[in-house]
């Protein structure tokens, strides 16, 4: 495994492990995990030198970060954890809402220290911007579980331009998280300029375009019923054939290097620049190890022009989630 930097003396494996997959998010999100295979597959990630875990309160909610705690109980000075925080949830425990208030900053902090079962978060991001609470106040509270020694890092996730500048200019962010893949470029025209400019670390989730483009889904009815990719503009019918076009590119570039798709579709991640660390998400040792293998693959200079070319700044089909979704996004 490689190794970067999010931020000043922040060093991560080149490539962490998402964990959503796991415990508590339910058999529609990419199917059911078993949490056995799933602590082992945690195991096996910290054996090939990954450092990076990435949970989050609202997965569950609360029992993927139980599950992430069991795993690396006893395991602490080998991983680097980030966790995130940002909604409110009624009495039945169901999220009802955004709420980045001071109080339930420190609320949620408390919660996913216990239940991880660590000191100290390495990683506290916001999960969703709350248009309620302007951010100052939020990065304030999220500064003083720092001074407090609570949090090591703090970090925001699908924040918009403006909300990054003002929130850097309260507290040191380490690393933004937003969606980033060969299919979801957005953030190459401001997010990610904006980033380097301020020296914040760029996490890319759904690496691999909610599984599209490992090449393994090759129509919708791949998909088992009830999976929530049947609702995602990009997989719809009208959308489907004209994305697969990309995943074909992919798959020729992968035979070239006798690797698998998801390993091209992550190495052209990494190719992006060395502040970028992706977190493919992955409930199997399998999985994971095939995804993992792409911290050592180097793509060409033709390579990486032909995949851009397939894949250029705004050309995949369909919005990358439906209107409530997006109406969260970039504020």
Excluded at 300 to 313: I, T, V
Aim: glycine residues 10%.
């Amino acid at each position: 495994m490689k190794y970067r930097s999010l931020g000043p003396e922040f060093e991560v494996s080149a490539l962490g492990l998402g964990c959503m997959p796991m415990a508590g998010v339910g058999a529609n999100m990419y199917g059911q995990a078993d949490d056995r295979e799933s602590i082992a597959t945690i195991h096996r990630a910290i054996e090939l030198g990954v450092t990076f875990f990435d949970t989050a309160e609202i997965y569950g909610p609360r029992r993927n970060e139980e599950l992430v705690g069991e795993a690396i109980r006893g395991k602490r000075d080998r991983v680097v954890i980030a966790t995130k925080f940002g909604f409110r949830y009624d009495e039945r425990g169901r999220m009802s809402g955004v709420d980045s208030t001071p109080v339930n900053v420190k609320r949620a902090c408390e919660g996913s220290l216990k239940r991880l079962g660590v000191e100290t978060i390495d990683l506290f991001y916001q999960h969703r911007v709350d248009p309620n609470v302007p951010i100052e106040e939020t990065v304030g509270a999220m500064g003083e579980l720092v001074v407090e020694g609570k949090v090591r890092h703090l970090g925001l996730s699908e924040a918009g331009p403006d909300t990054i500048r003002r929130a850097a200019a309260v507290h040191p962010i380490h690393a933004l998280q937003s969606e980033y893949s060969l299919w979801e470029r957005d953030v190459e025209e401001e997010i990610l300029p904006l980033c380097r400019e301020l020296g914040i670390g760029f996490v890319p989730y759904s690496p691999l375009g909610r599984g599209f483009l490992t090449g393994q889904i090759k129509s919708r009815d791949d998909l088992p019923e009830g999976d929530y990719r049947r609702q995602d503009p990009r997989y719809s019918e009208e959308n489907f054939a004209k994305n697969m076009a990309v995943v074909e590119v992919v798959k020729e570039v992968a035979e070239a290097h006798g690797r698998s798709p998801a390993q091209v579709a992550l190495a052209w991640l990494l190719a992006q620049g060395e502040d970028i660390v992706p977190i493919p998400g992955s409930k199997r040792r399998q999985t994971l190890e095939d995804s993992m293998a792409a911290a050592d693959l180097e793509l060409s200079a033709d390579d990486l022009q032909r995949l851009d070319e397939a894949a250029p700044r705004g050309g995949t089909a369909g919005p990358r989630y439906g209107e409530r979704a997006m109406a969260m996004v970039r504020l």
